[in-house]
């Protein structure tokens, strides 16, 4: 354009132009070469993707003796297409031995394991407003701290106390095939026939050493927890009244009350509201936290 109004204006008035001829040239030179070069690519594959990345690193984190071809058949379930070279490489960038070498588990998740397979139980005893003994049986399995009230009464006859233990397991349904061990003391109450309950569902049954509470400590420190939070605090009438106290205060136990050893979360917590926004790749640990699985929210 400013060629063409060149040739329609007088030589005398070309001063008026705001540019030279030679930065009208060194214009159309970089448009040609704007216009034929082409973007630059970095040679070879394109880089990682930090998500992919963090995921690797996640999982190693997360399973201390899997390798990294264990991780891309994780990976590979997930949708993710990458090669074992790459999972291998990221590991090895990261500081992280790629082959199964690594640590094993730690002693949490050990003990953790080891209880999910351990139920106890025991009694303890009330005394009513007219001096009338009152005997509960409870379970509580010691992975959860879940606490099971089984029965109220006044007379622990043998009989009694096998039918409660076959109303435990029939309650319990299929988490009963998840128990191996069960933690009872020397009561003549437990009689062979409560045994042999049990051990028909898979279960062995562990008595403790005579006059020896702390071998079931579990079952003794909530026998504590109750007396204290609980029966210590009022005035029992009679049976009907205490098992609807201890079903109240059971259920309080178990949904709301924090513990601990459970990281402040009850033993049987309501289902988190999970941001699906903030993770896409959910982790459910089984059998203690021994083994994780994974899969995609959502």
Same mark, same amino acid.
């Given at each position: ?104 588990? !730690?002693? &949490?998740?050990?003990? @953790?394991?080891?209880?999910?397979? /351990? ?5 303890? +005893? %009330?005394? #009513? ?95 504590? !927890?109750? &007396?204290?939070?609980? @029966?210590?605090?009022?005035?029992? /009438? ?5 098992? +609807? %106290?201890? #079903? ?51």
């Amino acid at each position: 354009m400013l060629a063409a109004l060149s040739r329609l204006l007088p030589r005398a008035r070309w001063s008026a132009f705001f540019v030279t001829p030679a930065t009208l040239l060194r214009w159309h030179r970089q448009l040609i070469a704007r216009h034929w070069t082409y973007p630059y690519t970095r040679p070879g594959r394109p880089p990682i993707d930090r998500e992919v990345r963090g995921l690797v690193l996640r999982l190693a984190a997360e399973n201390p003796t899997r390798g990294h071809r264990r991780i891309h058949g994780e990976l590979t379930s997930l949708g993710y297409r990458i090669a074992a070279s790459t999972v291998r490489k990221i590991l090895h960038q990261a500081g992280v031995d790629p082959a199964p070498r690594r640590t094993g588990p !730690t002693w &949490r998740q050990f003990l @953790t394991a080891q209880a999910r397979t /351990i139920v106890a139980c025991d009694f303890f +005893t %009330v005394d #009513t407003v007219f001096l009338h003994r009152i005997y509960v049986l409870f379970f509580i399995e010691l992975a959860t701290r879940q606490v099971h009230i089984v029965g109220v009464t006044k007379h622990p006859t043998g009989v009694w106390v096998t039918q409660q233990a076959r109303n435990l397991l029939m309650h319990l349904d299929e988490r009963a095939d998840q128990l191996r061990f069960l933690i009872r003391d020397r009561d003549t109450k437990f009689t062979a026939a409560f045994d042999a309950g049990f051990t028909a569902a898979g279960i062995d049954v562990l008595r403790t050493p005579p006059q020896a509470p702390r071998a079931n400590a579990f079952a003794e420190r909530w026998v504590g !927890t109750v &007396r204290r939070e609980c @029966t210590d605090r009022m005035l029992v /009438i009679g049976e009907r009244h205490l098992s +609807t %106290v201890l #079903t109240e205060y059971t259920e309080h136990y178990n949904r709301h009350r924090p513990h601990q050893s459970l990281n402040q979360r009850p033993p049987d917590p309501p289902p988190p509201v999970t941001n699906l926004g903030a993770a896409r790749v959910r982790r459910r640990p089984i059998m203690g936290g021994l083994i994780n699985q994974y899969s995609q929210a959502a």
